[in-house]
């Protein structure tokens, strides 16, 4: 009878423990619950690159207003026969300047969309971030007859919110692994040279074709002739992202 008494009392303790041990793992995961990443596979991500042991990246332009730099951008991808890049537009300056559009399109290359208002959304409530969105949408759409499904946000700007609802939305969002740091104008040379020494196999290039990319189109040239040198081939995102599984980014809460 005591011997099993003493074998009793030794399991319940060690279920004691067992029970404080998990009772202080649960209030963990309640407590840290907004620092946890936020993403299995199955959550959505944004895309910083593709992985891939092929020599192919993206050229990608993001335009939110001006009409003076797109031109001399479309020019240079002409005259370097480069057939594939991807411009993302802002349903505002597509609606004011359809013709810079449409000339985007006729060239062949891919749109998506750059949102709305050129806000940080993830400044916004859920409500307010869908209707960026969705506006952006709807004016991207009918001003160049085909729905996108890519959106790079504004400024980059994103948090776990802004990537379930574009989800949500259908659509991928789209960042970039080099900055070209273009629209600060930092000089032909300089632009040229981040791109050139940073470019890697299935990276995401980003430029910019508004107003304030005065050297953009100067240093494009450059990059292009360069990358080539070293064996590079240029796709659409689209077509990057069938490369292979996509390289996400994970995002906690502040």
Do not use: C
Request: glycine share 4%; proline share 4%.
């Amino acid at each position: 009878m005591n011997a099993f008494f003493v074998f009793s009392a030794s399991k319940i303790k060690k279920y004691f423990f067992l029970t404080i041990a998990l009772v202080f793992a649960v209030g963990v995961i309640y407590t840290e619950r907004d620092n946890i990443t936020v993403f299995s596979p199955q959550q959505p991500v944004a895309i910083y690159n593709v992985p891939t042991e092929r020599n192919v990246v993206a050229l990608t332009f993001d335009i939110s207003w001006g009409d003076k730099r797109l031109e001399p951008i479309l020019e240079v991808l002409k005259e370097k026969n480069v057939t594939a890049a991807t411009f993302f537009v802002s349903s505002v300056w597509s609606q004011q300047h359809p013709e810079l559009v449409k000339k985007i399109q006729d060239a062949g290359y891919e749109i998506g969309s750059h949102g709305h208002k050129h806000d940080n959304y993830s400044t916004l409530t859920d409500d307010e971030i869908r209707s960026q969105i969705t506006t952006a949408h709807s004016i991207i759409s009918e001003v160049t007859g085909k729905s996108p499904n890519l959106i790079r946000l504004p400024n980059g700007d994103f948090d776990k919110r802004v990537l379930k609802i574009a989800s949500e939305l259908q659509y991928q969002v789209i960042q970039w692994d080099t900055d070209s740091m273009d629209w600060l104008s930092i000089g032909t040379d300089k632009i040229a040279d981040r791109v050139i020494s940073r470019a890697h196999p299935g990276d995401i290039i980003l430029m910019h074709a508004s107003d304030s990319a005065k050297q953009t189109h100067l240093a494009l040239p450059i990059i292009i002739d360069q990358l080539r040198d070293k064996g590079y081939d240029f796709l659409s995102v689209s077509e990057l992202l069938t490369q292979t599984e996509t390289q996400g980014q994970s995002v906690t809460s502040s």
